[in-house]
């Protein structure tokens, strides 16, 4: 399976702040993923980032708020922007193939004050 | 949406002891996923499903695709304590151009030495 690593591990910002994280893989990979882990709660899919275009996002996520930019196969970033203490959670990005299976990132830990 | 319904919840059991959870679904899903996410980590992905009726081992655990394609169960063998984490079961329905994996809420594991 693909290496992947997310930036920053973890961040405390401040309300009203923007934060990108950044996921990198180490194989070119034709899909790649961003998830939000609420705190206690289950993974749930924020949108599939699109190589040369633009993400497809999930129900309740918009593209004003969590921009998205997949640049080639092996990278992807994620912003989180005008931050809100609701926002605090774990983001994780997946990849995934041909073969429906999608491994994880180690996440990226946002608290928001 | 969709939606997984995992169980049980949560289970405490000492070393040694089997361990059964399971997911189950009103729709159909092409590919059933189980993962084990560590406190501070990513899912990390345990077994993949792809064929109704598919029985598939990894090491003490073993996970079956049901054959309605509705519902799919992992067990874990003579349990250890470092089996001790959150498994999240995932559902895959792919087709078009939205490849989404739908997670259950998790069961957590805690195992007594």
Known sequence: SAVISQKPSRDICQRGTSLTIQCQVDSQVTMMFWYRQQPGQSLTLIATANQGSEATYESGFVIDKFPISRPNLTFSTLTVSNMSPEDSSIYLCSVGGLTDTQYFGPGTRLTVL | ?113
């Open chain 2, 1 to 113: 949406g969709q939606q997984l319904n995992q169980s049980p919840q949560s289970m405490f059991i000492q070393e040694g002891e089997d361990v059964s959870m399971n997911c189950t679904s009103s729709s159909i899903f092409n590919t059933w996923l189980w993962y084990k996410q560590d406190p501070g980590e990513g899912p990390v992905l345990l077994i993949a499903l792809y064929k109704a009726g598919e029985l598939t081992s990894n090491g003490r655990l073993t996970a079956q695709f049901g054959i309605t394609r509705k519902d799919s169960f992992l067990n874990i063998s003579a349990s250890i304590p470092s089996d001790v984490g959150i498994y999240f079961c995932a559902g895959f329905k792919s087709g078009g151009s939205n490849y989404k994996l739908t997670f259950g809420k998790g069961t957590l594991l805690t195992v007594n030495p």
